[in-house]
Each structure stands twice: as C-alpha cells, then as structure tokens.
C-alpha cells in the first residue's frame, strides 16, 4: 500500500517475537506507544512471518506503510512520518524493507527447523 496513512486508534500490529531483531525494535515502539496492540505472530499463517503487518479499522498495511502508521503514533517517531508518508519513500522503503525481511523471514525458518 503506497497510499498516505492518516492518525486514529485501534491499531494491531503482527511482528515476529521469535526475531531478536523484530523483538527487540517492537519492544521500543511499545516502550512509546499508546492505542497499540502488538500480537506475536511467530505461531501464526507465514503471511505474518514474512514482513510487517498492522490494521487499522479493517483496513491492512504492510511493510513501509505499517511502519508510517506505528511511527505516527509512536513518541520520538511521530517526526519521521513528516518526511517518510509520501509515495516516493514509501517505494524506496519498500525497496529496502523487502530484501531485509525475506533474510529474517528465511531465520525464522531456520529457528523453527533448528527447534
């Protein structure tokens, strides 16, 4: 979704809790955020698994835009949205985002292999 996302409450976001990566930069967010509730979604369908997955009144973002949408309300992250929610950045963070969560996606199944 390459869309501008704008504010409101009731937001669940799906993060892999077997990561140390994802653990560890969802513990900050939670650490800062309120009107967020963060789910494990190591046990669940591998859709959940492989890249970052929020909602916000039934509506689904994933990846770059699920970040927009934690940072936004997120104290101390708020001010990256001013820059980073417009289409061009939400590309190229994709761009980057992609690559990186299919290398922790690919851990992830080598930790539930290893297991």
């Known amino acids: 979704m390459t869309s501008k996302i704008k504010d409101n ?26 009107g967020i509730c963060y789910k494990d979604s190591s046990s669940m ?3 959940y698994n492989r890249r970052m997955y929020a909602y916000k009144n039934g509506q689904e ?3 770059a835009s699920a ?9 101390g992250f708020k001010w990256l949205t001013y820059f980073l929610n417009n289409k ?3 590309y190229v963070m994709n761009l980057i985002y992609e690559p990186l969560a ?3 996606y690919k851990m992830h199944l080598r930790r539930k292999k290893i297991k």
């Open 45 to 47: 369908d591998d859709k």
């Open 61 to 63: 973002f994933v990846g």
């Open 67 to 75: 970040f927009i949408l934690i940072w936004k309300n997120t104290h």
């Open 88 to 90: 061009f950045c939400i």
């Open 9 to 34: 409450n009731s937001i669940d976001v799906y993060y892999n809790d077997t990561c140390p990566i994802c653990k560890r930069e969802i513990g900050i967010y939670k650490s800062r955020s309120t």
């Open 102 to 104: 299919y290398f922790l």
